[in-house]
């Protein structure tokens, strides 16, 4: 009597920097896509496997792979260190996994980390300690960034439509040519932040402090500054039209 069981694609099996991991195909391509891994196993090029073992090398940290499996596998990142965030998120790019929507790192401490060009749409990064992070050109519509410090961060060129950036610390953050149309920046501390050129059209900026920010080219139109300090902001150039000035000091 023949059997109908149906045998499941045999297994892709990994040797990242000695440890060995056995995964499929689809676990490799389907959630990034546009990744490293995934043009490796898209069929499209000649992989070298051992030959004795079947076995692929990649010289890189095995232990963090591990969580890179399991991102591809369920989307889910885990509670770690500072230190080995560092290592994860470099190992992330080494692998050009930059697809991080919706993940969660709220009070993560990711001083000094690259984001560039992450899709980061509608993450979670309350509260997080960010010092000099780099964000330049990354996806981050309506991410949650509340009480977050982010000093001395470089975000130019990102788009921050609707993010939430309420009450955190922004002090000598550059948001050059970035898209914060929308954001909410209520109480947000932007002290010598450097925004020239960005549209900050519609953007909450109630008892926002801007002491020495360069809004220089600025599109501020329709953006709310109710009660807001501008007499040591840099504002040549900037577009105000219909924005509510109401006890704005200038």
């Not at 892709?12 to 990034?32: C, F, H, P, S, W």
């Not at 898209?42 to 969580?67: A, I, L, P, W, Y």
């Not at 919706?102 to 980061?120: E, G, P, Q, Y």
Request: hydrophobic share 40%; proline share 2%; aromatic share 6%.
């Amino acid at each position: 009597m023949g059997s109908n069981i149906e045998c499941s694609p045999s297994p892709v099996l990994l040797n990242i920097g000695g440890k060995k991991y056995a995964t499929t195909v689809d676990t490799l391509t389907q959630r990034e896509p546009y990744s490293m891994l995934a043009a490796m196993f898209s069929g499209r090029h000649n992989v070298c496997r051992d030959s004795e073992t079947g076995m692929v090398f990649v010289d890189r940290d095995g232990k963090q792979f591990r969580h890179i499996l399991n991102w591809l596998r369920d989307g889910i990142l885990p509670t770690l260190t500072n230190v080995e965030y560092q290592e994860l998120l470099r190992e992330a790019e080494y692998y050009q996994l930059l697809d991080l929507t919706f993940v969660d790192l709220s009070f993560a401490c990711i001083r000094k980390t690259t984001f560039s060009r992450a899709n980061l749409h509608k993450a979670k990064l309350g509260d997080v300690e960010g010092e000099g992070s780099i964000f330049q050109d990354a996806i981050l519509r309506e991410c949650e960034f509340i009480g977050a410090n982010l000093t001395g961060a470089v975000l130019d060129g990102a788009n921050l439509q609707s993010a939430n950036l309420q009450d955190a610390c922004l002090v000598g953050c550059s948001f050059s040519e970035s898209d914060l149309r929308s954001a909410h920046l209520q109480n947000a501390n932007l002290s010598d932040a450097n925004l020239k050129g960005a549209n900050l059209e519609g953007a909450n900026l109630k008892g926002a402090k801007l002491s020495g920010a360069n809004l220089q080219s600025a599109n501020l139109q329709r953006a709310y500054l109710r009660d807001v300090d501008l007499r040591d902001t840099h504002m040549d150039g900037a577009k105000l039209g219909g924005a509510n000035l109401l006890g704005t000091i200038r």
